[in-house]
């Protein structure tokens, strides 16, 4: 197991900044201490160029190599905000902000990449510039696109982009990863029915919005079961309704909200005209108004063959062959780092977090038995696509 001798000896001290990131979480672009920690530590660790405020609370670093005859620029990702969730490990490093937690390891990531950012720069064992992006707002918030917009792939021209997730109960020492699509879609849906209310003793006398939701809600059912090729993946969850407040007034209208997730463009545009198509129709046939606010919010994470394949190299380098999957199962969970992909080739890998409660679970904690796999990842991944001649 070729865990970096460097990292072994920092990881005490890593561990502990992972703990500080744990106990003291920000959300979406308001990350005042967690951004301002990251920038610091950079700068303490020797990073030639810190760049704050891209993507508005984003962090960039410039590490350039001991020689730059390639002229080529990798970019290795991590993201960094937390989630609106109670806690409820009882660890000692337990979030200090109440209804807010790192539920989903971004502190992990965070620290993780910034070792190997360390390392990198007492090392320099590497021809070419790396650039650790350090970003906000993935929970929703489409950071990734934030810092695209502002600037990062132009002031940065990366060759190759690589991002690194952990995942529960994959064991600690492994890896997984695949081409193609990994990751779905994500859409945001808002459907309302306009209807007339009035006194519920004289339902004749108005247009009932609930049973035009009970329609509408049934046939949206139908939409990937039958309109959905079969051996494509798709799913609309409707989640949230809301109407009326009294028991004894048919409401006006009601709100219905969902999300769409899919793992082909094309069957992600065939959802969208399917539920736009729907919803005002089956109102017209009960009297009513029916309007579909469809959101795109991330596209598809799709993995690059070739950078795929790439990076498996450095995890089996790091991890050995045994202990690297080629074939990880796609999910419809969404990631914006498909935003970085559909920008510059890369591959987005995942590392095992060992036995854990599930992501976005108030139980849920980073592993810090993986700080040392993920570190080396980074920097093996480095030597490999940035060799020395």
Partial sequence: MAIENWVARHVESLTAFRRDLHQNPELLYDLPRTAATVADALRAAGVDEVIEGIGRTGVVGVIKGQSNTSGRMIGLRADMDALPIVEATGKDWASKVEGKMHACGHDGHTTMLLGAARHLVESRAFDGTVIVIFQPAEEGGAGAKAMIDDGLFSRWPCD???????????????FTIAPGPIMGSVDEVRITIEGRGGHAARPNETIDTFP?????????????????????????????????????????????TGTVRTLREEVRLHVENQLTALVPNIAAGFGAVGA??????????????????????????VAGAAHVSLDMPAVLGGEDFSFMLNEVPGAMINIGNGPSAGLHHPEYDFNDDVIAWGCSYWTTLVRQRLPVN
């Fill in 160 to 174: 190759e982009v690589y991002g690194m997730h952990n995942r529960p109960n994959l064991p600690v020492g492994e």
């Fill in 212 to 256: 035009i939701a009970a329609a509408v809600i049934q046939a949206i059912q139908g939409i990937t079961s039958r309109t959905v090729d079969p051996m494509d993946n798709a799913v609309v969850s409707l989640c949230t309704i809301h109407a009326g407040d009294a028991f004894n007034v048919i409401p006006q209208a009601i709100e219905i």
């Fill in 292 to 317: 579909v606010e469809y959101i795109r919010m991330y596209p598809v994470t799709v993995n690059h063959d070739h950078e795929t394949t790439l990076a498996a190299a450095a995890a089996i380098e």
